[in-house]
C-alpha cells in the first residue's frame, strides 16, 4: 500500500507507540486520525501536526464512542484505509494473592480495554474501509494492525489479565484476516517485548537496568520508533497478512 494520501486511525495515538506510528505516518503523507482519552496530549499533537491530523476523544471498548469517532474521521477525510490499534492498558494482580482472589472488575476491565476495545474499533473501521475504491488489482482496500505483548506467550507472575487479554488479539488475528479476506483487507499482530513508553517513567534507574539486562540482544529496552517503523513496514507490504511479529530483542520473559 502506497501510505500517501490514505487516511489512518491510530488509537491510543497520544502517547508512546501510538504517537510514534502517528509521526510517521503524517511524515509519509498519511492523513490520521488520533484516538485517545487524554485530550490534552491528543489535541496537542494534532494541532502540532498541521491540517492532514484530527484528534477524537475516544473510549475504545465503547460502542457509540468509536461510532462517533469513525464519523467525524469519514467526515473529515471521505475514507479509513488504515487502523493501528495501540490503546490499552496494564495491571498486576495474583490470582489469589495476600487480599484474596484476583478482584473480578480488574479482570473484566482489562478485557474490555484491550481485547474487546481493539476488536471494537476494528470492526467499525473494516465496515468502512470495505467501501473503498481497490488501490491495487488485487482489490486491496485496507490495513489493521493490533498491538499485542509477549506477555501472550510469556505471562509473568500477576500478569493473568494482561497476558488474557493480549492473548487475545494474538487469537482473533488469523480469524479476522480470513473474515476480511474477501474484501481486501489484511490484520496483522505487532507484539512488542520490552518498549520505553512512558509507564517505564515511574520505575527506578536500577529496575530498568535489570530489565534490559534480560534482553537477548541488544541489551537495552525498545524505542516507540522502533515498532512505528515496523507498522509502515507492515502496511506497505501487502503481502504481509494474518502475522503476529514479535519485536523484542529476542526476549523471552521469565515468571518475575
Do not use: W
Not at 473480578?104 to 473494516?126: C, E, M, P, S
Not at 509473568?156 to 488475528?173: D, L, R
Request: charged fraction near 20%.
Amino acid at each position: 500500500m502506497d501510505i500517501s494520501g490514505k487516511t489512518a486511525i491510530v488509537t491510543g495515538g497520544a502517547s508512546g507507540l501510538g504517537e510514534a506510528t502517528v509521526k510517521r505516518l503524517t511524515d509519509a503523507g498519511a492523513n490520521v486520525a488520533i484516538f485517545d482519552l487524554n485530550e490534552e496530549l491528543g489535541a496537542k499533537l494534532a494541532e502540532q501536526s498541521g491540517d492532514r491530523v484530527i484528534f477524537q476523544r475516544v473510549d475504545v471498548p465503547d460502542e457509540e464512542s468509536v461510532a462517533n469517532a469513525i464519523s467525524a474521521t469519514m467526515a473529515k477525510f471521505d475514507a479509513i484505509h488504515i487502523c493501528c490499534n495501540f490503546a490499552g492498558i496494564a495491571a498486576a494482580a495474583k490470582t489469589l494473592g495476600r487480599d484474596g482472589p484476583h478482584a473480578l472488575d480488574l479482570y473484566n476491565k482489562v478485557i474490555q480495554v484491550n481485547l474487546a476495545g481493539t476488536f471494537n474499533v476494528l470492526r467499525l473501521a473494516a465496515e468502512q474501509m470495505a467501501k473503498n475504491e481497490p488501490f491495487d488489482e488485487y482489490g486491496g482496500r485496507g490495513a489493521i494492525i493490533n498491538t499485542a505483548s509477549v506477555a501472550a506467550y510469556e505471562g509473568q507472575i500477576g500478569q493473568a489479565a494482561y497476558s488474557a487479554s493480549k492473548g487475545g488479539i494474538v487469537g482473533m488475528t488469523v480469524p479476522v484476516a480470513r473474515d476480511l479476506a474477501s474484501l481486501g483487507i489484511r490484520v496483522n499482530t505487532i507484539v512488542p517485548g520490552l518498549i520505553a513508553t512512558p509507564i517505564f517513567n515511574i520505575l527506578e534507574e536500577k529496575v530498568i537496568r535489570a530489565l534490559e539486562a534480560s534482553v537477548l540482544y541488544p541489551k537495552r529496552l525498545g524505542n516507540p520508533d522502533e515498532v512505528a517503523r515496523l507498522a509502515m513496514f507492515i502496511i506497505e507490504n501487502d503481502y504481509i497478512n494474518g502475522e503476529c511479529i514479535r519485536i523484542d530483542g529476542g526476549i523471552r520473559m521469565q515468571a518475575r
